[in-house]
């Protein structure tokens, strides 16, 4: 699909005489009248295709992240866990589009190559109810602020132990707004679980839907970005697939097993709660979140699992991390000065430390307990490439650790 919008392109451009069409153009359009909270393209934006009218837009984007991984695990917990064998994998491979069809209208389409997965699929009407915006399709539920920061934005390789808790991707239909001139944003959503072909069946002949809501704040907005402080929180209530679910994680990569592991839980439903803290503070900055999944089981049985994380990062080349407010999410790194072969530019160095726990077992589950330690190291050449080097130490309670050597390069456009 993909393929054959651009190729469509091609010929009216080409053409000495174009009938109306799309055109190339160099500079990206500004729309002054469109809210931050919609995630819209700013001035920055690179360019984009756009009919002669401007009514339609279209702006090709992607990424891939290539990950090598080398572990030394304890005997002990091989016999629980199986095998860490050393390997590699592309960990992502993902092509998509994003644009307008009018003044009100924005979508974004993209697929993973590397797994065969629909990942964005949705439309976001703006203004249609009421001041926010409507968006339709399948897209990443709003819950935590580490799930909602993109995946490319994260200092580490993968997003918290403590995160599996938490939904990905899934069919549905979500209302966001924003408030106090847009430092603060509610979303609430209904969802129904799909799987990586973003269809849905209903095997028990219920009402397998989610309501998935999150409120964010930014208390604290100074020093032109520099110092900032955000606050939030995040529920959702599920009605779960065929009355079972499933958690693991694993040691900061996923090569190899699986560090923690459920399997299926019976659960009639399941209630998930976050809460979450970030502080800007010049080039340093910091995360903790808390994270909650409860169960109401038909044998009178009440399992709880409990998850949380902390993060401190800090750019030693001097970068302050991006923030985006709409989304109440970290953004992207641009280094002050991007890396130049002839030596002119060093690109930007950041360093960050994490602790996350994640607890499955209780009243009869038992997933194991977790607990990862990780240092990273990053190198950001540009704002679209950079080499990642994570070294964890992840332990299974009563059962040993395994210490592992990650390496990702990620280029994205």
Known sequence: MLLALL??????????T???????????????????????????????????????????????????AFFDPETGLESTTGKWSNGAELRRARLGVTGYAGEWVKYRLNADLADAEIRDA????LGVAGPGSLRIGHFREPIGLSNSTAGHNQTFMERPLANALFPSRNLGVSWQTGFDDQRGSWTVGVFRETGKDGVSDDGTGGNELALTSRLA???????????????????????????????????????GPDLIATGDIAADSVTLFGLESA????????????????????????????????????????????????????????PSSPFDPNGSGRGAYEIGFRVSRLDLQDEGVAGGD?????????????????????LVRADREDAGDVHAILFRFHFRF
Do not use: C
């Open 122 to 125: 949705y439309v976001d009407l």
């Open 279 to 334: 502080w800007i503070h010049g080039p340093s900055s910091f995360l903790a979140e808390y994270t909650y999944a409860g169960f109401d089981q038909s044998s009178g049985t009440n399992p709880g699992m409990k998850g949380w994380v902390l993060e401190a990062r800090h750019f030693l080349s001097g970068e302050v991390r991006e923030y985006t407010k709409g989304r109440a999410a970290f953004g992207g790194v641009k």
């Open 370 to 390: 977790g607990l990862n330690m990780a240092v990273a190291w990053n190198w950001h050449l540009s704002e679209f490439i950079r080499f990642q080097t994570n």
């Open 18 to 68: 174009p009938p109306p069409g799309p055109e190339v153009v160099a500079q990206p359009r500004q729309r002054a009248s469109e809210p931050e909270s919609a995630g819209l393209p700013q001035a920055h934006d690179p360019w984009e295709l756009r009919s002669a009218d401007g009514q339609l837009t279209l702006r090709v984007h992607g990424k891939f992240d290539m990950d090598w």
């Open 217 to 255: 704040w930014l208390a604290v907005d100074a020093d032109e970005g520099r110092e900032r402080v955000h606050l939030g929180g995040s529920f959702s209530w599920r009605n779960p697939d065929d009355g079972f679910v499933s958690f693991d994680g694993g040691a900061g990569t996923t090569i």
């Open 7 to 16: 190729l469509a392109a091609v010929p009216a451009q080409q053409d000495v």
